[in-house]
């Protein structure tokens, strides 16, 4: 398994400027989510996704889109880049969502987002 | 939703234990609590998590209080490698039985040669 890969590793956007990161996951997970993590910060939920067809807003979610066409998939969208964006962004997965005690989260392993 | 408070850093040598506390006063009876850590800037990995009792496994030890309102995580031998800035996070439930973790600044601890 490649367990959670996204992409890309780096980027640097002008203002204004619209792109997708990418997240994907083969471990058949029904619960994705996407982090940022701000210099010396802890990571805060951007949008979650409980399954296929299924998305929510976390604590930022503003600026940003998200959608589940797959199991395997959940891209994340800016729309119109900021400088406040700039930011690392983490993408993860669980198996589950539905109580278990086991929802332990898998990362990727970041995207470096730079806004001029 | 119950927050967490933990030491902004921590330092231990080489060898010893590295014990790190953290709070959560709040916790209500069906949130865990999980530790994660994040090296150098890698995606954050899981650790451990517990509810009530102590729980070890390869990685540490988490021992949890009576009243739950605090936790230790116990890394028995750290090496230079533990390094790393770690996270003590309570699970939380939302009405529609998803989950989602809220991540605090958490505690960089530094391990000593």
């Known amino acids: 398994n490649a367990g959670v890969t996204q992409t890309p590793k780096f980027q640097v956007l002008k203002t204004g400027q619209s792109m997708t990161l990418q997240c994907a996951q083969d471990?058949?997970?029904?619960?994705m989510s996407w982090y940022r993590q701000d210099p010396g910060m802890g990571l805060r939920l951007i949008h979650y996704?409980?399954?296929?067809?299924?998305?929510d807003q976390g604590e930022v979610p503003n600026g940003y889109n998200v959608s589940r066409s797959t199991t395997e998939d959940f891209p994340l969208r800016l729309l119109s880049a900021a400088p406040s964006q700039t930011s690392v962004y983490f993408c993860a997965s669980s198996y589950g969502s539905s109580g278990g005690a086991t929802d332990t989260q898998y990362f990727g392993p970041g995207t470096r987002l730079t806004v001029l | 939703d119950a927050k967490t408070t933990q030491p902004t850093s921590m330092d231990c040598a080489e060898g010893r234990a590295a014990n790190l506390p953290c709070n959560h006063s709040?916790?209500?009876?069906?949130?865990?609590v999980y530790w994660y850590r994040q090296i150098h800037s890698q995606g954050p990995q899981y650790i451990i998590h517990g509810l009530k009792n102590n729980e070890t496994n390869e990685m540490a030890s988490l021992i949890i209080t009576e009243d739950r309102k605090s936790s230790t995580l116990i890394l028995p031998h750290a090496t230079l490698r533990d390094t790393a800035v770690y996270y003590c996070i309570v699970r939380h439930r939302r009405m529609d039985s998803s989950y989602k973790l809220i991540f605090g600044s958490g505690t960089r601890l530094l391990v000593r040669p």
């Open positions: 996704s409980v399954g296929a067809g299924i998305t």
């Open positions: 471990m058949n997970h029904e619960y």
């Open positions: 709040t916790i209500s009876g069906n949130e865990y």
